[in-house]
């Protein structure tokens, strides 16, 4: 089956240094999203790409953040330099979109997350 | 803006039993989709079922079903004969409009008990 990959499922990290997140989007899709996870907050939406252009990232701190996708097989997500209030479970998310946003028709397919500890 | 409300943080139901777990929405969208997404301890998201907004009739996947009451702008599932693999948090989700992403609730934990 066709599925969403992250690397690394697990990092602990020191505070200050740079962490690097992947997705591999399942192939053929158009859209990519990040979310992190946390107790508090719940699951909140830090950008997305369609057709590997930045469509919204306003849910990302800008100083620290940043997202890209360099090629349509991969996005990152990377955080420099990295805190402990960073610490949460970041997932990936890629769907197929016919439209100019997404409106439900199409499924979301989520990968299996990376937990980020920062020490 | 757009919110999701999930009013029960934990639930727990015995095997076989049915369960139901809440969701309330606020939108002036008259357009929309609503979501139930299950999270085991794996981690993964799984989507549920899905309602569209301008269908009357409530959406059924198997065991899963939910009640849809858009005047009420609420959105509850239904689990019936529950089993050990239910055991997951459950997310209420929505997206509507020109919005490109899902909004989600906090979520509900729920156990199903042998």
């Known amino acids: 089956d066709a599925r969403v990959t992250q690397t690394p499922r697990h990092k602990v990290t020191e505070m200050g240094q740079e962490v690097t997140m992947r997705c591999q989007p399942i192939?053929?899709?158009?859209?990519v999203f990040w979310y992190r996870q946390t107790m508090m907050q719940g699951l909140e939406l830090l950008a997305y790409?369609?057709?590997?252009?930045?469509?919204?990232d306003s849910g990302m701190p800008k100083d620290r953040f940043s997202a890209e996708m360099p090629d349509a097989t991969l996005a990152t997500l990377k955080i420099q330099p990295s805190e402990p209030r960073d610490s949460a479970v970041y997932f990936c998310?890629?769907?197929?979109?016919?439209?100019?946003?997404?409106?439900?028709?199409?499924?979301?397919?989520f990968g299996s997350g990376t937990q980020l500890s920062v020490l | 803006a757009q919110t999701v409300t999930q009013s029960q943080p934990e639930m727990s139901v015995q095997e076989a039993e049915t369960v139901t777990l809440s969701c309330t929405y606020d939108?002036?969208?008259?357009?929309?989709?609503l979501f139930w997404y299950k999270q085991p301890p794996s981690r993964q998201m799984i989507l549920v079922i899905r309602?569209?907004?301008?269908?009357?009739q409530n959406a059924t996947e198997n065991r899963f079903s939910v009640n849809f009451q858009k005047a009420a702008k609420s959105f509850s599932l239904k689990i019936s004969d529950s089993q050990l693999g239910d055991t997951a948090m459950y997310f209420c989700?929505?997206?509507?409009?020109?919005?490109?992403?899902?909004?989600f609730g906090k979520g509900t934990k729920l156990s199903v008990k042998p």
């Open positions: 998310a890629s769907g197929l979109v016919d439209r100019a946003d997404f409106k439900g028709n199409e499924k979301l397919f």
């Open positions: 192939l053929g899709h158009n859209t």
């Open positions: 790409f369609r057709n590997r252009a930045p469509l919204d």
């Open positions: 939108t002036s969208e008259s357009n929309y989709y």
């Open positions: 309602q569209e907004a301008y269908k009357q």
């Open positions: 989700a929505f997206i509507g409009g020109s919005q490109g992403n899902l909004i």
